[in-house]
């Protein structure tokens, strides 16, 4: 199965919706997280370091990457632990190509 690990920054919350603007990125994220929620090809994890300093830890790329770079590297997404973006999340065409799916759509705020 292949695993795809999104490293966050400290966040109030996944979806993006609260706090006084919508963040589209992290919509996004949460949108295709959930549609392969239940694929038995791929498994997304999200890691928020408010939540999960422990996964900050224990993966050593992304401990090199944070010591080298600071906490502009984040998010850090993994494609089975081999660092394949930072600083940003993932388009959607991106996900396309981690995941090895054709995904559904996602919708943006306008």
Partial sequence: ????????EALCCPTGVCGP???????RTTTVQREVRNSTTV????????????A?????????????K???C??????????VKTGEYP??????TYTQLKLNGVPTVS
Avoid: C, W
């Fill in 56 to 68: 900050f830890v224990h993966q050593a790329v992304v401990q090199r990457l944070l010591a080298a």
């Fill in 43 to 54: 498994r997304i994890i999200r890691y928020n370091l408010a939540q999960n300093p422990g």
């Fill in 74 to 83: 984040l998010p850090i997404t993994t494609v089975d632990d081999q660092i």
């Fill in 1 to 8: 199965m292949r695993k795809i690990q999104i490293y966050e």
């Fill in 21 to 27: 603007t919508v963040r589209e990125d992290l919509m």
């Fill in 70 to 72: 600071g906490m502009a």
């Fill in 91 to 96: 388009s959607y065409d991106e996900f396309e």
